[in-house]
T-cell receptor
Framework: DTAVSQTPKYLVTQMGNDKSIKCEQN?????MYWYKQDSKKFLKIMFS???????INETVPNRFSPKSPDKAHLNLHINSLELGDSAVYFC??????????FGPGTRLTVL | SQKIEQNSEALNIQEGKTATLTCNYT??????LQWYRQDPGRGPVFLLL?????KEKRKERLKVTFDTTLKQSLFHITASQPADSATYLC?????????????FGKGTKLSVKP
C-alpha cells in the first residue's frame, strides 16, 4: 500500500513546455507539501496546502502553480519550463504529530 | 540570516561503532527538530522528532539530543551496520511548528564499512 505516490517518476521535456506532476496520499492527512531538491541535494519547501487551502507559499516563481482538488491530492503545474527547473520534486503529507511522509520523487529534466 | 548546517558532508565509520552527526542552527527558535534518512533515488523517511523542551529522545539504536542554548542537535546511531549507510537530514520548523514549514540541512552522507 503506497502512502504517498507521485506520477510520473521521470519527466524529460523541452524548455518552454508546460508540465504537471500529480501527487496522492492515502493516509488521511490534512496537510500536503511540495519540495524541490536540486542537484546539490538541498531540499527546499515550495508550497503547502491544508484541506485544499494554500498555507505556505515560499519564494517560488509564479510559473509554478499548485492545485488541490481535494485533501488527498496536491498537483504541481509548471509553465514555461526553464533549465533551472531541473530537479527532483517531492510531495509530502504531514501526519501526527508532525512527521512528514514523502513520496518517491519526480525527476524533472529540462533540455 | 537564518541558517541550518550539518557540519560534515560525509562520515565514514567502521561497523559496530557509534556514528554521531551534528546539526547546528542560527537565528531560529524552533519548537522542534526532526531527523530524516534519505537513500539514493528515494524520498526522505522520518526517523525522530525532538521538541524544544526535550533534552533527549531514543528509538531503538537511534538517539537524538537537542540543546537550545547551543542551538545544536546531535544524532547518534549505536552499533552501526552497513544497512545504516544513507544520507541523514536534520530539519527544523521555521514558524513555531503550526504549519510544518520545515527548513532542511544539506545532509550528512554516512558510510558504514563492514
Amino acid at each position: 500500500d503506497t502512502a504517498v505516490s507521485q506520477t510520473p517518476k521521470y519527466l524529460v521535456t523541452q524548455m518552454g513546455n508546460d508540465k504537471s506532476i500529480k501527487c496522492e496520499q492515502n493516509l488521511g492527512h490534512d496537510t500536503m507539501y511540495w519540495y524541490k531538491q536540486d542537484s546539490k541535494k538541498f531540499l527546499k519547501i515550495m508550497f503547502s496546502y491544508n484541506n485544499k487551502e494554500l498555507i505556505i507559499n515560499e519564494t517560488v516563481p509564479n510559473r509554478f502553480s499548485p492545485k488541490s482538488p481535494d485533501k488527498a491530492h496536491l498537483n504541481l503545474h509548471i509553465n514555461s519550463l526553464e533549465l533551472g527547473d531541473s530537479a527532483v520534486y517531492f510531495c509530502a503529507s504531514r501526519g501526527d504529530p508532525l512527521e512528514q511522509f514523502f513520496g518517491p520523487g519526480t525527476r524533472l529534466t529540462v533540455l | 540570516s537564518q541558517k541550518i548546517e550539518q557540519n560534515s558532508e560525509a562520515l565514514n565509520i567502521q561497523e559496530g561503532k557509534t556514528a554521531t552527526l551534528t546539526c547546528n542552527y542560527t537565528n531560529y527558535s524552533p519548537a522542534y527538530l526532526q531527523w530524516y534518512r534519505q537513500d539514493p533515488g528515494r524520498g526522505p523517511v522520518f526517523l525522530l522528532l525532538i521538541r524544544e523542551n526535550e533534552k533527549e529522545k531514543r528509538k531503538e539504536r537511534l538517539k537524538v539530543t537537542f540543546d537550545t542554548t547551543l542551538k545544536q542537535s546531535l544524532f547518534h546511531i549505536t552499533a552501526s551496520q552497513p544497512a545504516d549507510s544513507a544520507t541523514y537530514l536534520c530539519a527544523l520548523d521555521r514558524d513555531g511548528g503550526s504549519q510544518g514549514n520545515l527548513i532542511f540541512g544539506k545532509g550528512t552522507k554516512l558510510s558504514v564499512k563492514p
